[in-house]
């Protein structure tokens, strides 16, 4: 039997009518269907709605992305001339190293030592602060709108020795060809040769960006000044070496030979401001002039070596000029700077009577370094500068001395050990002595309320107790800072004269002597002793305060050279040269060339041949321990500021 699968199936009638729910579905069907068919749109303004807020959101993540991107440049900016600044802080910093001589003036030449010189400008770190803007504003913006700058006008320059990295620079490869006695191929070797030295002369200093083919007026600083404030729109740091390398020299001659088929090569015209413009342009060697007595024309140069450097009128960019009114008398060697800027003056010379001295020819020779002695572009021969025209044979060195753009602050101070720090009460008004917890301040030569702070001491029955301390980095001759301005200069002198010890304001490098603050003499006799203060109130251009702090020679006082103050003139400094002194003599012991070293005891009690028997003195006769260096940089993009502070030792000395 078989068996047989069962097979289930279902009729069609179980199918053929709907269920009354399905049949009401389907009648309502084609009412919901032409409901949905008539459902309407969003309206334009729900279109402009959403589309504003979608384009609010695109604005806002537009922003944030911005934001990123310039918070990534800033970042960016400022990393880059941070590192840039360390880089410069890094090199002025083996350079101060690598100082050749003891900073004990005044040095003798025979050791051959080189030098150590540093210029300090009538400007300091507050001048732009103080006296650039509107000082009734209390916008801050306008009441100090130059606050960025600081000190842009010092310079300094020594010789220095290299460690493992020598110096290198550039001379005529026809100069390297005769030392070796083959004879040049011209005009092929005229072309610069790299050589390398391991002693050098370098040069730091700021100056404003110009147009080196645009010649200034005589001894005038040009600049570019869009706001008119005075004040340089862009300085550049410039860092210049010249190496020391007297073996270079013409074995017969002893000077460096010289070559005219084209153009001059090697002589310097007989200009004494602009004459070494040339040759400085043409070699990265430490030269001075030797003087051609048969030529009207030009001198030659010789390669310099560290002995030769000791004696400041073979140092770069320094000249003597003729005096008026003095037959055959010159200044000593003087730095070739352009006049003052115009802030560095401010307050009216009737008020800054210790820069000026009541003198229409206040800041003559006390600017920046002349941009006749910074590296240009002199292969244009339409272009005529400072006397002596172009030469395409001459290259284009422009920017080559440039170590960096965009400084706004190149400040030196020295270290005195024994200038005051003062205490002054803070916002309550009242002075605490300085306790825990108190709101005192201490003050320094280098803030604007110094002065402020010495004239509160008149009076005082324990003005010690407002004494601080004593030792700071401070100004070369901090002291013209601290009174500028003030219409009593001389009785603010006097407080700080009358003040007992410890106070010591004729400290080691203040460079005036407070008795004639207010007079016709008022800086210190080193300082016009060395003639880098002069004065003369009969002629003109006669004024000149070049405060720097130089390791000096006491080679004046035995080169056969008469250097005489001038006693016969109204006003104070030292000359040199054949002297035409006056009838009668004046009563100075100062008659004769070479009385410090002529085994006499011209004037007494010193001893034989004492310091006060010399004819010249160093401007600042102390030893120096130490020099800061404040370099400060903007980025222009960000106007963010850096500063940088390098700090040279010089105790081991």
């Known amino acids: 039997m078989h068996s047989h699968p069962t097979i289930s199936i ?50 806002a993540l537009t922003e944030g992305f911005k ?31 690598g100082v050749t001589v003891r900073l004990t003036p005044p040095a003798n030449p025979t050791t051959g030592q080189g030098y150590f010189q540093y210029y300090e400008g009538p400007m300091c770190d507050y001048t732009a602060s103080a006296y650039v803007g509107d000082k009734t504003s209390s916008d801050p913006f306008t009441y100090a709108p130059a606050a960025r700058y600081g000190d842009i006008d010092d310079i300094a320059m020594f010789t220095t020795r290299s460690g493992d990295t020598w110096h290198t620079g550039k001379v005529p490869r026809y100069i390297l060809k005769l030392k070796q006695g083959i004879t040049p191929t011209y005009p092929a070797d005229l072309q610069p040769e790299v050589i390398a030295s391991q002693y050098a002369e370098v040069i730091w200093f700021a100056r404003p960006h110009d147009d080196p083919q645009i010649p200034n007026a005589a001894d005038s600083v040009a600049y570019d000044d869009a706001n008119g404030d005075g004040l340089p729109d862009v300085i550049k740091l410039h860092r210049r070496v010249l190496l020391i390398r007297p073996d270079l020299n013409d074995v017969v001659s002893g000077k460096l030979p010289s070559y005219t088929g084209a153009g001059a090569w090697m002589l310097a015209t007989k200009d004494p401001y602009y004459g070494m413009h040339l040759p400085h342009q043409q070699c990265d060697l430490s030269i001075r002039r030797v003087v051609d007595p048969s030529s009207t024309v030009a001198d030659g140069v010789a390669a310099n070596s560290l002995q030769d450097l000791m004696l400041p009128q073979n140092r770069f960019a320094h000249f003597v000029r003729p005096l008026e009114k003095v037959s055959n008398g010159y200044s000593m060697p003087l730095l070739a700077l352009d006049n003052a800027y115009a802030v560095s003056l401010r307050p009216t010379p009737a008020v800054n009577s210790v820069l000026n001295n009541q003198s229409p020819n206040a800041g003559y020779l006390s600017g920046p370094l002349s941009e006749a002695y910074v590296l240009q572009n002199r292969s244009d021969p339409s272009v005529t500068l400072y006397g002596s025209a172009g030469n395409p044979f001459y290259e284009n060195r422009i920017g080559e001395d440039v170590i960096a ?104 490098l203040s460079g005036v002597s407070l008795p004639r603050v207010g007079t016709a003499r008022p800086f210190s006799d080193s300082l016009y002793r060395s003639g880098l203060v002069f004065q003369d109130g009969n002629a003109v251009n006669q004024f000149w305060c070049q405060m720097s702090y130089d390791s000096w020679t006491n080679a004046y006082e035995s080169d056969g050279v008469l250097q005489s103050d001038t006693t016969e003139l109204t006003g104070a400094g030292t000359l040199s040269g054949t002297v035409q002194l006056p009838s009668p003599i004046p009563g100075s012991w100062r008659l004769m060339a070479d009385t410090g070293r002529d085994g006499i005891d011209n004037v007494g009690p010193g001893g034989v041949d004492d310091a006060i028997e010399w004819e010249t003195s160093p401007p600042f006769p102390d030893p120096l321990r130490s020099i800061k260096v ?8 960000t106007r963010q500021l850096f500063q940088e502070t390098v700090t040279g030792e010089f105790i081991s000395y």
Not at 73 to 92: P, Y
Not at 460 to 482: H, I, K, S
Not at 630 to 637: D, I, K, S, V, Y
């Open 10 to 59: 279902t009729s069609d009638a179980e199918f053929s009518q709907p269920t009354s729910e399905v049949a009401a579905d389907l009648k309502e069907a084609p009412v919901n269907k032409r409901r949905r068919a008539g459902r309407r749109g969003l309206t334009l303004i729900e279109v402009m709605i959403a589309t504003t807020i979608t384009l609010l959101m695109l604005a």
């Open 67 to 97: 934001r990123i991107g310039d918070s990534i440049s800033e970042n960016r900016a400022a990393l880059e001339v941070s590192n840039r600044l360390r880089g410069v802080a890094f090199r002025l910093k083996q350079d101060l190293e």
């Open 405 to 508: 753009s965009f400084c706004v602050g190149f400040d030196l101070r020295g270290y005195d050990p024994h200038v005051p720090l003062l205490m002054l009460p803070g916002n309550d008004g009242v002075y605490s002595g300085g306790a825990a917890g108190s709101d005192d301040i201490v003050v320094s030569p280098n803030d604007p309320g110094y002065g402020t702070a010495v004239a509160s001491l008149a009076g005082m029955a324990n003005p010690a107790t407002r004494l601080a301390g004593t030792g700071e980095y401070v100004d070369l001759g901090w002291v013209r800072q601290t009174l500028n301005g003030f219409t009593n200069a001389g009785a603010i002198a006097t407080v700080m004269q009358s003040m007992p010890l410890p106070f010591r304001f004729e400290s080691s």
């Open 630 to 637: 404040l370099m400060r940089f903007e980025e222009p993009a």
